[in-house]
Nanobody, 118 residues
Framework: QVQLVESGGGLVQAGGSLRLSCAASGRTFSSYFMGWFRQAPGKASEIVAAISWGADNIYYADSVKGRFTISRDNAKNTMYLQMNSLKPEDTAVYYC???????????WGQGTQVTVSS
């Protein structure tokens, strides 16, 4: 079992930055593929970014490439999402997740709200 807790969300103006954190506890954090997902009101959930246990395999959604950076510190059991040049369309609840692969995320956090004002 893995427990995930997100933090770092908030309200920011367009063009601003936020850094999300995902703290993990429980089973070995470093063995899991980790990812950030988001869901905006009235829209389906979408993957934002994902990172393999060794950080040698990283994925970004086209909508965030060049603006967001995913990273992880296995020694601290923590994953991060640095979000720069934020846009109103980035407004959503952001969730972190862990699993064997990107497609099989098994553990989920409770989510953190990110609101970008225009």
């Amino acid at each position: 079992q893995v427990q995930l807790v997100e933090s770092g969300g908030g309200l920011v103006q367009a063009g601003g930055s936020l850094r999300l954190s995902c703290a993990a506890s429980g089973r070995t954090f470093s063995s899991y593929f980790m990812g950030w997902f988001r869901q905006a009101p009235g829209k389906a959930s979408e993957i934002v970014a994902a990172i393999s246990w060794g950080a040698d395999n990283i994925y970004y959604a086209d909508s965030v490439k060049g603006r967001f950076t995913i990273s992880r510190d296995n020694a601290k059991n923590t994953m991060y999402l640095q979000m720069n040049s934020l846009k109103p369309e980035d407004t959503a609840v952001y969730y972190c997740a862990a699993g064997a692969t990107i497609a099989t995320m098994r553990y989920w956090g409770q989510g953190t709200q990110v609101t970008v004002s225009s």
